[in-house]
């Protein structure tokens, strides 16, 4: 027993232990600190397009200048929203101190009104001034995403011209040309035809094909333009036609579980989470796998097995092995799950902390999760055990470790049917797959599956394990110390009937 101890004490030192693996840790956390500012950035530094409108009607220019009003105010409003959520403190628990429209609210027509007429982020900062975290400062003005800006050239009908008068502007298309007192260079020049109708293309110029975002809102604010126009002409008062297209409904989910209860944040967290965790499953599975795959044939490969085989016996190295590389892939999630509950213990006081915390720490989702894990692993990393002991290099596994790839990947293209019907044929065929089952209960786990389902399809699983287990022991056992070519399902056939 001492010397299985020693083992395992080994196999984890050996990845644990090195420069790699605690680097890796230290990239986990950097790289998601690196996601948030990246996003950040790409909030902050996003370029800036500014286009030219050649209305060779006139009618429409102040339709897309209205259109950028709007979704300035509606980009204004909800970073403002989220702003609050991170700076302003909470009192009374949850309850915001902000009164409306600076409260984070739904951002209707209302609101936005409301918004404008109490002073916009001036106001908004102003107001939650008193109320801000210590060391927070005033949510500065948001960028503009698009800009119009007026035709560079000195000519009176610009706004008439016909689609030929694009060439005077293809220099500053092209960046042979800067735009006076603009800090981007042009982006595009949108040509609106006479007589322009719906039916009528709208000609956008531009040199930038994969950025479409600009097109996609001209069309929208020409659509709305245009169906405004067709309702004035059936005599419906412009007044009338704002306030119909301001209606909108908006739903509120409820759990049907009895509780008549408005779905919360501990909810979503609820559902999302499990999912999270399945995919993090997966991942931990295959890597640690590969990790041992990879051991077991260097050892191999470099004579080191025969030096360890003259101390201790197959059977013990294996268990060794396997014991080892569990702990080394628990203690990635360990670690992360640790720093996670410190994190949220340090930032507690918000919605969102209390319930992950709830979610995390005060129900059977970590446990589930190192049970899959632990359940998982042992089916898997035994296979790869045994392919690693037959072969005598990387290149001679990969005729197992291709087709045991596909078969983990495979249900990948069903997931969505999985997320979506969580209770459905497609969820419980997996379920009782023992190759998907720890992946098909964590994903299945938020949306209260039947419990002798879950209880038969885990014991199903528990006695594949059992079974593969013994079956790649004695393939291990047998064939560490062959030597050949890349292994053949003959031999491995041949290898598992030995005892």
């Known amino acids: 027993m001492r010397t299985l101890f020693l083992i395992i004490a080994h196999e984890y030192r050996k990845y644990v232990f090195t420069r790699g693996f ?6 986990l956390p950097a790289a998601m600190g690196l996601g948030l500012v990246a996003g950040f950035v790409n909030e902050k530094a996003s370029p800036i397009r500014p286009f030219i409108v050649l209305d060779q009607d006139g009618r429409y220019e102040k339709a897309i200048d209205a259109a950028l009003k709007r979704s300035r105010l509606e980009q204004e409003i909800t970073a403002w929203d989220a702003y609050t959520a991170v700076h302003v403190e909470n009192l ?27 002073g916009g982020l001036e106001a908004a900062n102003a107001a939650a ?62 040509v609106i035809p006479e007589n322009f109708t719906a039916d009528t293309p709208v000609q956008f110029w531009t040199n930038n094909l994969v950025d479409q975002e600009l097109m996609r809102f001209i069309e929208r604010s020409l659509s709305q333009s245009v169906r405004s126009a067709a309702y004035a002409q059936e005599g419906v008062a412009m007044a009338r036609i704002t306030d119909i297209e301001a209606l909108s409904v908006t739903a509120e989910p409820y759990k ?20 999270i965790l ?33 101390s201790v016996s197959a059977t013990q190295l294996m268990v060794g092995k396997l014991v080892g590389l569990a702990f080394v892939g628990m203690t990635i999630p360990a670690l992360l799950l640790s720093l996670g509950f410190a994190g949220l213990f340090l930032a507690g006081g ?25 359940v998982g692993y042992l089916l898997f990393a035994s296979i790869y055990l045994a392919v690693g002991a037959m072969s005598n290099s990387i290149q001679d596994a990969q005729s197992f470790v291709g087709p045991l790839t596909i078969l983990l990947v495979l249900p990948v293209p069903f997931l969505q049917l999985v997320i979506q019907d969580p209770n459905g044929l497609i ?73």
Request: one cysteine or more; charged letters at 15%.
């Open 350 to 374: 918000s919605q969102l902390t209390d319930a992950l915390y709830t979610v995390l720490f005060s129900s059977p989702l970590i446990p589930l999760f190192f049970f899959y894990f632990v």
């Open 256 to 275: 049907a579980d009895g509780d008549g209860a408005l779905v919360g944040t501990a909810d979503l967290a609820e559902t999302y989470i499990p999912l």
């Open 92 to 118: 009374s628990g949850n309850l915001s101190p902000l009164k409306p429209p600076f409260r984070a609210d739904l951002v209707t027509r209302e609101r936005k009104e409301a918004w404008v007429k109490t």
């Open 129 to 190: 001034a008193p109320y801000l975290r210590p060391g927070a400062s005033e949510m500065p003005p948001i960028r503009p995403r698009f800009i119009r800006v007026p035709t560079p050239l000195n000519d009176a009908s610009t706004s008439h011209w016909p689609v030929s008068g694009v060439g005077p502007l293809l220099p500053y298309l092209n960046g042979e040309k800067d735009l006076e007192g603009s800090e981007a260079a042009l982006f595009a020049v949108v």
């Open 22 to 27: 605690l680097l890796f840790l230290l990239i």
């Open 278 to 310: 399945a995919y993090a499953l997966l991942l931990m599975i295959t890597t640690v796998g590969g990790m041992l795959l990879t051991s077991t044939i260097e050892e191999k490969s470099n004579k080191i097995i025969e030096v360890l085989l003259s």
């Open 427 to 499: 969820a419980k065929i997996f379920t009782w797959i023992p190759l998907y089952t720890p992946y098909a209960v964590m994903m299945r786990i938020s949306a209260d599956p039947p419990l002798w389902e879950i209880m038969g399809a885990t014991l199903l699983l528990l006695c594949v394990v059992a079974y593969v287990v013994t079956t790649m022991g004695r393939i291990y056992r047998n064939g560490v110390l062959s030597s050949g070519g890349a292994p053949t399902l003959q031999q491995a056939r041949s290898l598992a009937r030995k005892q």
